[in-house]
């Protein structure tokens, strides 16, 4: 993983290396909770975002399955893709439950998920040692899916349409300020004396 100082109060940014990504998801216990990390890492959703997810905000396009935002951050509305696995898992959620299609499928407060992500950290810590762990939050789960898509050749442009991101220097800057490993593996690969 990569770590960055925050600039503006303790403990560090982290970005996650897809496979850390993938122990992290490893990590959920039980289907909601697999929702909520899931919702977190694989759709780049903010923890209240997250919370409000409904059955019917995920919803099929001729390019895959979306998940809706219907109130963002500054109450704006987006939609972004969810993996056609996680889909399924929200829609299987959705079937075992008594509640209404417009009753979140998550339903837990945006604290008890932000302590999902802590509690899964440190069990992470402690298998592998690695202090990174320690300063995992919601929000750098956000941080890695927009690193993670750049990387992947996903045009900057569409990437913040789908994290709702107005503002490219903001996302420049907060979002993909540092560069993962394995861009800088890539990039020493390029220099016969590193």
């Known amino acids: ?13 982290v970005w996650l290396r897809p496979e ?13 909770q697999t929702v909520a990390l899931g919702l977190l890492a694989r759709c780049g959703l903010r923890v209240a975002e997250a ?28 939609e972004t893709p969810v993996p056609t696995d996680l889909a399924a898992s929200m829609r299987a959620l ?49 941080r890695t899916w927009g690193t993670l898509l750049v990387e992947r050749e996903v045009e900057p442009g569409l990437v913040m349409e789908w994290g709702g991101w107005e503002d490219w220097e903001t996302f420049r800057e907060h979002y993909l300020g540092a560069y993962s490993l394995d861009a800088q593996q890539r990039g020493r690969q390029k220099v016969d004396w590193l």
């Open 1 to 13: 993983m990569k770590m960055e100082d925050h600039d503006d109060h303790d403990g560090r940014k």
């Open 20 to 32: 850390e990504v993938d122990a992290l998801l490893d990590e959920a216990d039980g289907t909601t």
């Open 51 to 78: 919370a409000d997810v409904t059955p019917a905000d995920v919803v099929d396009t001729p390019v895959g399955p979306f998940v809706r935002v219907q109130d963002g951050k500054g109450s704006k509305y987006r």
């Open 94 to 142: 959705a079937d075992v439950r008594d509640e209404a299609a417009d009753t979140p499928l998550v339903d837990r407060s945006t604290r008890t998920i932000r302590r999902w992500v802590t509690t899964a950290g440190e069990r992470l810590y402690a298998d592998t040692g690695d202090d990174g762990w320690t300063y995992l939050g919601p929000h750098d789960l956000r």
